[in-house]
């Protein structure tokens, strides 16, 4: 017999209950995320006026050291008729300080460099190809940053860069420095390939150039990866996730213009003994793999803004594989550069070249692979650990070349007023 409630008593289903716990865990997250929303608000208003007065010194640093740097580039131009060598060279120092200058805005952000493996300093007199990953814009910045303390590297080096950087506030400088500027696609491939040829006939030798800058891949990673893949994929090549594989034209035409030959047509980049200062031509490939902790890359507006975390990237010169290319000949300089490639080690022909090249980003894909998962590079061979070093950046130096910057924008603004009253 079942039980009927008394009158007045409310029914079972009909009494209050307690707040359901998803709901009170739900208000609960609300009121922690408003409460660190509200505690976050300070932080994220100092960064953005912080970004705001990064943009204005950014914006008033190009509007000095740029127009300077014509206006000193147009005032010796008597010069580079009557001493060419020491014309490229002052030009090449003053293009190293504006360099130093985009570098000097991720350094006072946080964004430093840890370098891996050999010390290029060691072959910073010589002639050499570096030929790097790409993965965002903030690759140019990194290596504008890490080339610094690399004796006159940056004042003598080539950039091969996409058409787009030509229309940036960077453009004019870098077409009178003798930077190329690729067009990427292609319906433009041969054409560029041509230009690109006829560019370093022109300009590499006759501005003492020693450098160039080069990435082989042709785009951004996030770009080129799923094409990467597919072809990959459909031509039986190694299947990449870090890196791309590289495309071989720039690098064909750069050895073959700037490689040095013997007598008997075979390559004499990497022996010093045979050539004399003149022709010793192109010496070295410096194969450099450029890491991101997180495989985060930072981009240019990132390296301007200073909106991300301080962060260190890694930059990581590899150990050659002679097991894939033997080299006949005994090796200069193998006992301290073993993490660079002669040029007499590196084959010209266009099939092997490739080969060679897809060789170098599969290890590049494996060293990347080791990074993400142990935030270190692998030691060399013959090494228990790998040795990293910290680049650092003067700050007297940084100070100096920025006052010279802003004191030339104030005489060549005094010196333009001045004529302009006189003529009108």
Request: charged share 20%.
């Amino acid at each position: 017999m079942t039980a009927t409630p008394r009158r007045g008593t409310p029914a079972p289903a009909l009494r209050s209950r307690p707040p359901s716990a998803p709901a009170e865990k739900d208000r609960t997250e609300s009121n922690v995320r408003m409460a660190m929303t509200l505690e976050e608000a300070p932080w994220l208003g100092w960064l953005l006026v912080k970004a705001l007065m990064r943009f204005a010194f950014m914006v008033a640093n190009n509007l000095v050291a740029i127009p300077s740097y014509i206006c000193y580039v147009i005032i010796l131009q008597p010069l580079r008729v009557l001493d060419s060598k020491r014309f490229w060279y002052i030009e090449g120092i003053m293009y190293k300080w504006l360099l130093g200058m985009v570098a000097s805005w991720g350094w006072y952000a946080g964004y430093t460099v840890m370098e891996w493996g050999e010390d290029i300093k060691a072959v910073s007199k010589d002639e050499a190809v570096m030929l790097v990953n790409h993965q965002a814009t903030g690759d140019v910045c990194t290596l504008m940053m890490c080339l610094q303390d690399k004796g006159l590297v940056v004042a003598q080096m080539m950039w091969l860069m996409d058409h787009i950087f030509k229309y940036t506030n960077f453009g004019i400088v870098s077409l009178v420095h003798g930077d190329f500027f690729i067009r990427q696609g292609r319906s433009y491939r041969d054409q560029q390939l041509l230009l690109l040829k006829k560019h370093l006939e022109n300009n590499y030798r006759s501005r003492d150039r020693k450098w160039i800058v080069l990435f082989p891949e042709g785009g951004f990673l996030r770009k080129r990866r799923e094409t990467s893949q597919a072809f990959a994929k459909k031509n039986n090549l190694p299947f990449l996730t870090n890196v791309t594989l590289p495309r071989s034209g720039a690098t064909k035409i750069i050895l073959n213009a700037l490689v040095a030959q013997q007598k008997n047509g075979s390559p004499a980049g990497g022996d010093a003994k045979e050539l004399d200062s003149k022709s010793k031509g192109l010496q070295w490939i410096i194969d450099t793999t450029i890491a991101y902790p997180k495989a985060e890359p930072i981009d240019i507006q990132t390296w301007i803004l200073g909106y991300r975390k301080p962060t260190v990237t890694h930059v990581h010169y590899r150990p050659f594989s002679l097991t894939v290319f033997p080299c006949e000949r005994p090796q200069p300089l193998a006992t301290t550069l073993q993490r660079i490639f002669p040029i007499k080690d590196v084959p010209l022909e266009t099939d092997d070249l490739t080969t060679w090249l897809y060789q170098r980003f599969v290890e590049k894909e494996d060293l990347l692979s080791h990074f993400y998962e142990t935030g270190a590079f692998p030691p060399s061979k013959g090494h228990k650990e790998a040795v990293s070093r910290e680049m650092t950046l003067s700050n007297m130096w940084i100070f100096l070349i920025q006052s010279f910057a802003f004191l030339s924008g104030y005489m060549w603004y005094n010196i333009i007023q001045y004529f302009y009253h006189c003529l009108f």
